[in-house]
């Protein structure tokens, strides 16, 4: 997906190759149109946050090995669905984000300011 830009306006960089994530599973938080859910944010889990997606449907850190997926764990990055990160927001349970790897595409969902009072990558 070249071309593709983060939310600073810079080329989108890898989101997490360990465990893979991204909506192609490509480690980065690319977007298309088949991606309804907006896997976009670029996060770093909490187990606060692990368990707040659990309590809203979406066990993230359950391992579902059918699926050659091991289950997120504190500290793990991941492309979280923007909506579901705008609504850990409001719910005080947001988790940090890197900004360069968060795909542009998520400002439909997110105010620019609230994912830089959360970013691990802004000095």
């Not at 070249?2 to 810079?10: S, Y």
Request: proline share 5%.
């Amino acid at each position: 997906m070249a071309g593709t830009k983060n939310v600073l306006g810079e080329p989108l960089v890898a989101c997490s190759m360990e465990p893979v994530t991204g909506f192609y599973r490509d480690g980065c938080c690319n977007t298309g149109r088949e991606d309804v859910g907006s896997h976009t944010v670029c996060a770093v889990m909490t187990a606060e946050f692990l368990e707040f997606s659990k309590g809203r449907g979406n066990d993230l850190s359950t391992p579902l090995p059918e699926y050659g997926f091991a289950g997120l764990k504190d500290g793990d990055r991941w492309c979280l669905c923007a909506p579901r990160w705008q609504e850990a927001l409001e719910a005080g349970k947001a988790p940090r984000v890197v900004l360069t790897a968060t795909h542009e595409g998520a400002l439909e969902h997110c105010a620019l300011g609230d994912l830089k009072r959360h970013a691990i990558d802004l000095s």
